[in-house]
């Protein structure tokens, strides 16, 4: 029997992995870039070890993509390190709802990127998600609300990052383009850390239990997660794993409840708003796999 589901299975232990990362944000007592620099070293240490033994491709012989992949990879780190810094200036559960607005830019996004069609169905769907939005920011105070808008600019990146790196998979493996983007990460946020005069032994001050949660982070969360995706993708299909990674801020919110004690910080409109927009995304993913259904029929007919 679990045999049967073992793909299931470890597609879920990888989206409630991910759930985890917004738990880290807090457990994690460091400076946002400061987390967001050790992930992202720990990730590209570990994807190379674990790409080298798999035999997985690692290398992008052409200038032209590797110039590409060079901005993908700062707009992963500035994402990382939005969706970091909303998650201390506010909640977990807030910084991973925000990070569920991805999928809605996407709709937009992709239609400029790939020369799509404009859907006003998935124009209602951002209306829906902004009124769901309206719900959750109830009652914020001024720091809240700057980490919303931090949050939601987060989401924007990774949805840049996601529309592109789809773009970039056409060309490159996509175990090759993550690799790199890593390393490029990497040396922004070292820039950055440098500039701000804050690449210094602050950069590895920390406790134990801070260390332990950055290489489970790195390493689980990061490493082991890109990889098992992409094995389970290629079993169940893109759509399976699509529709399921929208559960991401269900289990966030549901695992910051016992171990954050949110539920003492957010009122009952937040979890109103947060159910609205999660239910709006995963309506959204639905929709585009029937749009996508549809017209692999028409060309089939054609």
């Not at 990888?14 to 759930?19: A, D, Q, R, S, T």
């Not at 990730?43 to 110039?67: C, D, E, Q």
């Not at 991805?102 to 992709?110: A, K, Q, R, Y």
Request: aromatic share 14%.
């Amino acid at each position: 029997m679990l045999q049967k589901f073992r793909y299931h299975i470890l597609l879920h232990l990888v989206i409630f992995m991910w759930g985890f990362t917004g738990i880290l944000g807090k457990l994690i007592h460091i400076d946002a870039q400061y987390l967001v620099w050790h992930r992202i070293l720990i990730a590209f240490v570990s994807l190379l070890i674990g790409l080298y033994f798999l035999k997985m491709p690692m290398r992008i012989r052409n200038r032209k993509t590797m110039l590409k992949v060079f901005g993908v990879g700062i707009l992963v780190a500035l994402h990382w390190i939005g969706f970091y810094t909303s998650i201390k200036l506010s909640t977990a559960s807030l910084g991973i709802l925000c990070l569920s607005t991805t999928t809605l830019h996407v709709t937009w996004l992709e239609p400029l990127v790939f020369k799509k069609r404009f859907s006003p169905v998935e124009f209602l769907f951002g209306l829906l998600v902004i009124f769901g939005i309206y719900f959750v920011s109830d009652n914020f105070n001024e720091e809240q609300y700057l980490a919303l808008a931090i949050g939601l600019l987060a989401a924007l990146l990774a949805a840049l990052f996601s529309v592109f790196n789809a773009k970039l998979a056409e060309e490159v493996p996509s175990s090759a383009i993550t690799l790199h983007e890593m390393g490029i990460g990497l040396v922004f946020i070292s820039g950055m850390l440098w500039y701000n005069g804050k690449m210094d032994a602050g950069l590895f001050q920390m406790t134990w239990s801070d260390f332990g949660w950055l290489l489970f982070l790195g390493v689980c969360c990061t490493s082991f997660a890109f990889i098992a995706t992409i094995e389970v993708m290629k079993r169940l299909g893109a759509f399976t794993v699509s529709l399921s990674i929208n559960l991401e801020p269900v289990y966030t919110i549901l695992l910051a409840i016992p171990i954050l004690h949110e539920d003492e910080l957010l009122n009952g409109n937040f979890y109103a708003g947060s159910a609205m927009i999660i239910l709006v995304v995963i309506a959204n993913a639905i929709y585009k796999a029937k749009q996508r259904e549809r017209e692999l029929k028409k060309g089939q007919t054609e």
